[in-house]
């Protein structure tokens, strides 16, 4: 879906047209739009949001199964991607390299394959908006050309991509430390809360 919406936008100019829009130029903003395109738009935008509901309905009815039954989860896994492991995060860590660079709080919680998906569509979106010259000549003082260079169509995908890593890393870590909580918990209670688990006589008498 992200990759179909890319090119539905880029054909269609809609990114372009919002830049007008945001001017005040509205005839150039229709003008600019290509009605081939644009008019997909509609079905993919709905059934995002349906799929998304949907999904959400099912993995929250999931959770409470699972989380009812004490369902077990794996807590470790070596897999031809990437060791993975449960382990204790800290969100604003994960949130601070995403604002540096999409995919690199992924990759401090070890979710390579999300990780490199942001970073490739980073790559290419950077590329083709010539944001980087557009700074380099920012920091020279050419302030006309640094505005002249940049390609508004390409540009509009950077704060979608920034604003999901962000959102994604914080999320993703908060629920994989509750992951460690709970998978703590259940291995303390199956090891030593046991009611056949009698302490040594030599403890009881320190406790006395």
């Known amino acids: ?91 604003w860590v994960a949130v601070m390299w995403s604002f540096f660079m999409p995919g690199a709080g992924q990759i401090y919680i070890h979710r390579i394959v999300v990780a490199f998906f942001l970073v490739s569509w980073t790559i290419i979106i950077v590329y083709f908006s010539h944001v980087l010259e557009s700074v380099h000549l920012l920091v020279s003082g050419d302030f006309y050309y640094a505005k002249a260079i940049l390609n508004p169509q390409w540009l509009m995908f950077l704060p979608s991509v920034y604003f999901f890593s962000i959102y994604d890393a914080y999320v993703n870590t908060v629920e994989n430390n509750k992951l460690f909580d709970s998978e703590q918990r259940t291995f303390l209670k199956n090891k030593y809360q046991n009611k056949q688990f009698n302490l040594p006589l030599n403890l009881i008498k320190r406790s006395k």
Do not use: C
Request: a negative charge; glycine letters at 4%.
């Open 1 to 91: 879906m992200f990759i179909w919406e890319i090119v539905i936008n880029v054909n269609s100019k809609l990114n372009v047209s919002m830049v007008y829009t945001f001017g005040g130029q509205f005839d150039m903003a229709k003008e600019v739009l290509e009605p081939r395109w644009i008019l997909l738009y509609i079905p993919v935008y709905i059934y995002g949001i349906w799929d998304s509901y949907r999904t959400s309905v099912d993995l929250n009815k999931v959770y409470i199964l699972a989380d009812h039954e004490n369902a077990n989860f794996i807590n470790f896994q070596i897999t031809s991607l990437e060791i993975n492991y449960l382990d204790k995060r800290k969100p």
